[in-house]
């Protein structure tokens, strides 16, 4: 899979260079296109693949692929999809559906075991399962009517992955009507934009802060590359 020299090549950038250099490396073809916290899970990802195989994270090392890089990549993969097993469970206890009952089973069973996301992340060295799980963690809050950690987390999946951005403004216009200008509840909607812009920028002023200097680069490398 082109996925596993992708991943393979993100890990010996962010583990070889320093982060002023991720986004202007292009050795491979393979360059970093996507936002800063994907960036910086490879950068905390590569720490263990380094003592796995330390000819892994080496930059110059274009389509390696030992057995110990293989299992490293696949495993992780397998675990971050925790993640997803977590977002599966808040969504049925938020839709207050009985962790025993059948429609429980059922959901878990469609969800979990679903064969194309299994195929395409564990055989494609993909973490499209970690990615769906956090987006799960804010529809979880959404149901909640913890409307700020879910412009939190929706804002924070935005800076792993943008191709999310097509769903920013179902969250926007779902946060608008029922956080700041629900007439049910006694809230000041000025207030609530406010928290909600505030909340909402966090996530993205952290990812982006350490590249202030090198915005228009970052820019070109993840909105103006051939996607993925």
């Given at each position: 899979?082109t996925?596993?020299?992708?991943?393979r090549n993100?890990?010996?950038?962010?583990?070889s260079?320093?982060i002023s250099?991720?986004?202007y490396e292009?050795?491979s073809?393979?360059t970093l296109?996507y936002?800063?916290f994907f960036?910086?899970?490879e950068?905390?990802l590569?720490y263990?693949?380094s003592?796995?195989?330390?000819q892994?994270?080496?930059?110059?090392?274009?389509n390696?692929?030992?057995?110990?890089?293989?299992?490293?990549q696949?495993c992780s993969?397998?675990?971050m999809?925790?993640?997803?097993?977590?977002?599966?469970?808040?969504?049925l206890?938020?839709?207050?559906?009985?962790?025993?009952s059948?429609?429980?089973?059922a959901?878990?069973?469609?969800?979990?075991f679903?064969?194309g996301?299994?195929f395409?992340?564990h055989?494609h060295?993909?973490?499209?399962?970690f990615?769906f799980g956090i987006?799960?963690?804010s529809i979880?809050f959404?149901?909640?009517e913890r409307?700020?950690?879910?412009?939190?987390?929706?804002?924070?999946l935005l800076?792993?992955?943008?191709i999310f951005?097509?769903?920013?403004p179902?969250?926007?216009?779902?946060?608008?009507?029922f956080?700041?200008?629900?007439?049910k509840c006694?809230r000041?909607?000025?207030?609530c934009i406010i928290?909600?812009a505030?909340?909402g920028?966090?996530?993205i002023?952290a990812?982006f802060?350490?590249f202030?200097?090198q915005?228009?680069?970052?820019?070109i490398y993840?909105?103006?590359k051939?996607?993925?």
């Amino acid at each position: 899979s082109t996925d596993f020299e992708v991943h393979r090549n993100w890990l010996a950038i962010t583990h070889s260079l320093p982060i002023s250099k991720w986004y202007y490396e292009n050795t491979s073809n393979w360059t970093l296109d996507y936002p800063p916290f994907f960036a910086y899970f490879e950068w905390l990802l590569a720490y263990p693949a380094s003592f796995v195989d330390t000819q892994m994270v080496v930059l110059t090392n274009l389509n390696y692929a030992s057995t110990a890089a293989i299992y490293f990549q696949r495993c992780s993969v397998i675990v971050m999809d925790l993640l997803f097993a977590v977002g599966v469970r808040r969504c049925l206890r938020a839709l207050n559906i009985s962790q025993s009952s059948q429609q429980s089973f059922a959901a878990k069973i469609l969800l979990l075991f679903n064969v194309g996301l299994l195929f395409v992340d564990h055989m494609h060295f993909q973490y499209n399962g970690f990615l769906f799980g956090i987006l799960l963690l804010s529809i979880s809050f959404l149901l909640a009517e913890r409307y700020l950690l879910s412009a939190f987390t929706f804002a924070a999946l935005l800076m792993f992955k943008h191709i999310f951005l097509y769903m920013a403004p179902a969250f926007a216009v779902y946060l608008l009507k029922f956080y700041c200008l629900d007439s049910k509840c006694a809230r000041n909607a000025v207030i609530c934009i406010i928290k909600l812009a505030v909340v909402g920028l966090t996530p993205i002023v952290a990812a982006f802060g350490p590249f202030y200097n090198q915005l228009d680069q970052v820019r070109i490398y993840i909105f103006q590359k051939v996607q993925r």
